[in-house]
């Protein structure tokens, strides 16, 4: 139950996201820093796992 509310609050995130990112497209006011950031933190978090074998996320 804990797993199907967790899924659907990240369900909730991705979509706002992704409907902010489309609105921010039609506007085209991007903020590449912000953009640069998230991705940068993305690569790290997985530079990191591969690295410690520590983190991720495991459903089995």
Same mark, same amino acid.
């Given at each position: 139950?804990?797993?199907i509310?967790?899924? !659907?609050a !990240?369900?909730?995130l991705?979509l706002l996201l992704?409907y902010?990112?489309?609105?921010s497209i039609r506007r085209?006011?991007?903020?590449?820093?912000g953009?640069?950031?998230?991705?940068? !933190?993305?690569? &790290?978090?997985?530079?990191l796992?591969n690295?410690t074998?520590?983190?991720?996320i495991? &459903?089995g």
């Amino acid at each position: 139950m804990i797993r199907i509310i967790i899924a !659907l609050a !990240l369900l909730v995130l991705v979509l706002l996201l992704i409907y902010s990112i489309v609105n921010s497209i039609r506007r085209k006011q991007i903020d590449w820093t912000g953009i640069a950031v998230a991705i940068a !933190l993305i690569v &790290f978090a997985i530079y990191l796992r591969n690295t410690t074998g520590i983190g991720g996320i495991s &459903f089995g």
